[in-house]
């Protein structure tokens, strides 16, 4: 990931002059990386690393999840939620309890340190968010947007097939 402020434009640079057109994979998650670059910057003013940011994110949409719920939504290994979620309660940000009646599941909540941070960070991924289509006309961002989730579906659906032949080829082994 670029960590000098010239990076990203050395990365535009690459990809102008000298990557093949048929890399389109890389392309995407450089895109990724110089917006996480860009948000990453603007929230550590705030003192909020991306990882948090990530689980912030989904709790202000539905505060109470378990951390394994958590996990799974934020599409990370239950250790690493463990992790940030140990930090942002010493951070004041949330807080675990369990609910009455389990013992077993520890849910996450914000505090409202943590629920009053939305209106200062979402801000920030919007202008992040803004500043990358700058430029780009509303029809070229609508097609974008379509063929980007398309090729999630198209992948979404190789995935699909591939865990299909990977159960058939199992039961196939087993007889």
């Known amino acids: 990931m670029p960590s000098r402020p010239n990076d990203t434009r050395k ?11 048929d890399r389109l994979a890389h392309l995407i998650r450089d895109v990724g990386r110089a917006q996480m670059k860009a948000l990453q910057s603007r929230l550590s003013l705030h003192g909020v690393s991306f990882g948090h940011w990530t ?6 949409i539905k505060d109470g999840l378990t951390q394994k719920e958590l996990s799974d939504l934020a599409g990370v290994m239950e250790p690493t939620t463990f992790s940030a979620v140990k930090a942002m309660e010493s951070m004041g ?20 340190a943590g629920r009053v941070l939305e209106k200062k960070l979402v801000p920030l991924a919007e202008e992040v968010n803004h500043i990358s289509v700058e430029g780009i006309s509303d029809k070229s961002i609508a097609a974008l947007r379509v063929t980007l989730l398309a090729m999630i579906e198209n992948l979404a659906r190789a995935e699909g097939l591939s865990d299909a032949a990977t159960a058939d080829a199992r039961a196939s082994d087993a007889v």
């Open 93 to 112: 940000l949330i807080e675990r309890r369990h609910l009455s009646g389990n013992r077993k599941n520890m849910h996450v909540f914000l505090t409202p």
């Open 11 to 21: 990365l535009l640079e690459h990809w102008r002059e000298s990557v093949p057109n």
């Open 55 to 60: 689980f912030l994110r989904i709790l202000w």
